[in-house]
T-cell receptor, first 116, second 116 residues
Framework: DGGITQSPKYLFRKEGQNVTLSCEQNLNHDAMYWYRQDPGQGLRLIYYSQIVNDFQKGDIAEGYSVSREKKESFPLTVTSAQKNPTAFYLC???????????????FGNGTRLTVT | QQQVKQSPQSLIVQKGGISIINCAYENTAFDYFPWYQQFPGKGPALLIAIRPDVSEKKEGRFTISFNKSAKQFSLHIMDSQPGDSATYFCAARAFAGGTSYGKLTFGQGTILTVHP
């Protein structure tokens, strides 16, 4: 079955350490996205990418970095510069080109990052 | 800043009742309004979506009502079931080409509990 795989499901890190969250998709989708979810705040866009080797900042990119070396993969690095990194991180993908109303976001099951 | 305001934060409904969740927005450039359903520990999944040129869309027990002049839209869940217990997010998108397919602005979320 096609889908988005995020690993690990739970991640614990000490403050001051960088950590990389994995996101892999086999949906053959061109566009990939990272959202952050905090209780009572909905989801907020961190970074997004339409094609390999190209990505743009979302609304809350500070303290994060990404790469897109392969179509299937879009890892997110949470750096020590991110002031409040503890959150639930969601990776998503979509397939542009199917029309603006036919390209819904497909989400992975998230990684819960706890930094202490 | 683009915002989507969602209410209520939490909702308790008896089995068989109607669940109603409301969202309001300010940005008139929004052109796509999806609703996502999220179960604990999972990523959100698209439930139903509407375009601004339509006032109502129904899929099974789920209906979106859209009021363009009031800049409001709502999700109605008829005959609510315990299996509908989840967090619901409204969202909106202002399409600007390319990667903006997946650039959604989310509401804060509503935790729905349906009692048997």
């Amino acid at each position: 079955d096609g889908g988005i795989t995020q690993s690990p499901k739970y991640l614990f890190r000490k403050e001051g350490q960088n950590v990389t969250l994995s996101c892999e998709q086999n949906l053959n989708h061109d566009a990939m996205y990272w959202y952050r979810q905090d209780p009572g705040q909905g989801l907020r866009l961190i970074y997004y990418s339409q094609i390999v080797n190209d990505f743009q900042k979302g609304d809350i990119a500070e303290g994060y970095s990404v790469s897109r070396e392969k179509k299937e993969s879009f890892p997110l690095t949470v750096t020590s510069a991110q002031k409040n990194p503890t959150a639930f991180y969601l990776c998503a993908s979509s397939r542009p080109g199917q029309g603006v109303y036919n390209s819904p976001l497909h989400f992975g099951n998230g990684t819960r990052l706890t930094v202490t | 800043q683009q915002q989507v305001k969602q209410s209520p934060q939490s909702l308790i409904v008896q089995k068989g009742g109607i669940s109603i969740i409301n969202c309001a927005y300010e940005n008139t450039a929004f052109d796509y309004f999806p609703w996502y359903q999220q179960f604990p520990g999972k990523g959100p999944a698209l439930l139903i979506a509407i375009r601004p040129d339509v006032s109502e869309k129904k899929e099974g027990r789920f209906t979106i009502s859209f009021n363009k002049s009031a800049k409001q839209f709502s999700l109605h869940i008829m005959d609510s079931q315990p299996g509908d217990s989840a967090t619901y997010f409204c969202a909106a998108r202002a399409f600007a080409g390319g990667t903006s397919y997946g650039k959604l602005t989310f509401g804060q979320g509503t935790i729905l509990t349906v009692h048997p």
